[in-house]
């Protein structure tokens, strides 16, 4: 059974930085595209960030990029989000997904999804 499992999720200040991580188990995810989405109340869930399991290419939304990094432990079957001068507006759940495949922006699309870990910045 394929799982998921987010963590680093937390309440902090404008500013701050949190890191973000995705255990994967259940299966290999060799071909697979991980990617982290995100979703605020009464908003669409909407693509962050994107990486191959080969470790690239990685992919970013425009609202993060340059704040954000996406990486993997292979050895740990682990996908990490490192969010760097957080703001309100990056508040929301966050998600961990797969998929066979290519990275892609398109939540449907994904195969496997964690059960989301809250990030809450405050002004």
């Known amino acids: 059974q394929v799982q998921l499992l987010e963590s680093g999720g937390g309440l902090v200040q404008a500013g701050d930085s949190l890191r973000l991580s995705c255990a994967a188990s259940g299966r290999t995810f060799t071909s697979h595209a991980m990617a982290w989405f995100r979703q605020a109340p009464g908003k669409e869930r909407e693509f962050v960030a994107g990486?191959?399991?080969?470790?690239?290419?990685?992919y970013y939304a425009n609202s993060v990029k340059g704040r954000f990094t996406i990486s993997r432990d292979a050895a740990k079957n682990t996908v990490y989000l490192r969010m760097n001068s957080l703001k309100p507006e990056d508040t929301a759940v966050y998600y961990c997904?797969?998929?066979?495949?290519?990275?892609?922006?398109?939540?449907?699309?994904?195969?496997?999804w964690g059960q989301g870990t809250q990030v809450t910045v405050s002004s």
């Open positions: 990486i191959s399991w080969s470790g690239s290419p990685t």
């Open positions: 997904s797969a998929r066979l495949g290519s990275i892609v922006t398109v939540s449907t699309v994904y195969d496997y």
